[in-house]
């Protein structure tokens, strides 16, 4: 496997579920994020990760909650989501300077739809 | 607060011909970075082209290109020779100085390239 892949890539799941998605990065980077994209609205960013530590939390509902053990993986549990949790999540990667020309790399995204 | 203004919600274009998809942005930051990212249907975002904000050159990457004017604060990405491959939503991003991993994006552009 190349690049940032994420699974799974459709999910259909009803209020009192609990899931979890998955992304791993096959780059050696050091940050990772999890972004959500609803229609027709800017993409939004969740979480940041950099070292496997939680730098940003933009203000994202306890429902869902991320987990970062190595610096390769990351998690997002997922439980009692609403309706208007349905969205394409993207999980993207970057490698961490301070120059500002580290573009983050995208996974395909999970289809997370909430009945 | 950073803010990135895409105004062109759909666009159509001649294959062959070139295309410019339109970006302006609000930052008070001095030192930030611009994007231009991809995302074909299959939904992941595909990295094509970086400016930094003390670039003085506009950014080039094969048949894209950044036309940068800082005074006027806009960064449009032009798309020589259009292929129908190219049809796809168009994201503008900007990531400012210190908050080097937090990248605000735009609501995108859809491109159509038409036969």
């Known amino acids: 496997e190349t690049g940032v892949t994420q699974t799974p890539r459709h999910l259909v799941m009803g209020m009192t579920n609990k899931k979890s998605l998955k992304c791993e990065q096959h780059?050696?980077?050091?940050?990772m994020y999890w972004y959500k994209q609803s229609a027709k609205k800017p993409l939004e960013l969740m979480f940041v990760?950099?070292?496997?530590?939680?730098?940003e939390n933009n203000s994202v509902p306890s429902r869902f909650s991320p987990e970062c053990p190595n610096s390769s993986h990351l998690f997002l549990h997922l439980h009692t989501l609403q309706p208007e949790d349905s969205a394409l999540y993207l999980c993207?990667?970057?490698?961490?300077?301070?120059?500002?020309?580290?573009?983050?790399?995208f996974g395909p995204g999970t289809r997370l739809t909430v009945l | 607060a950073q803010k990135i203004t895409q105004t062109q919600p759909g666009m159509f274009v001649q294959e062959k011909e070139a295309v410019t998809l339109d970006c302006t942005y609000d930052?008070?930051?001095?030192?930030?970075?611009l994007f231009w990212y991809k995302q074909p249907s299959s939904g992941e975002m595909i990295f094509l082209i970086y400016?930094?904000?003390?670039?003085?050159q506009n950014a080039t990457e094969g048949r894209y290109s950044l036309n940068f004017q800082k005074a006027r604060k806009s960064a449009n990405l032009v798309i020589s020779a259009s292929q129908l491959g190219d049809s796809a939503m168009y994201f503008c991003?900007?990531?400012?100085?210190?908050?080097?991993?937090?990248?605000?994006f735009g609501t995108g552009t859809k491109l159509q390239v038409i036969p």
């Open positions: 993207a990667s970057s490698r961490i300077t301070t120059s500002g020309d580290n573009e983050q790399f």
């Open positions: 780059l050696g980077h050091n940050a």
């Open positions: 990760y950099n070292f496997k530590e939680q730098t």
């Open positions: 930052t008070s930051d001095q030192s930030y970075g």
């Open positions: 400016q930094g904000s003390y670039d003085e």
């Open positions: 991003a900007m990531r400012v100085s210190g908050g080097y991993q937090k990248v605000t």
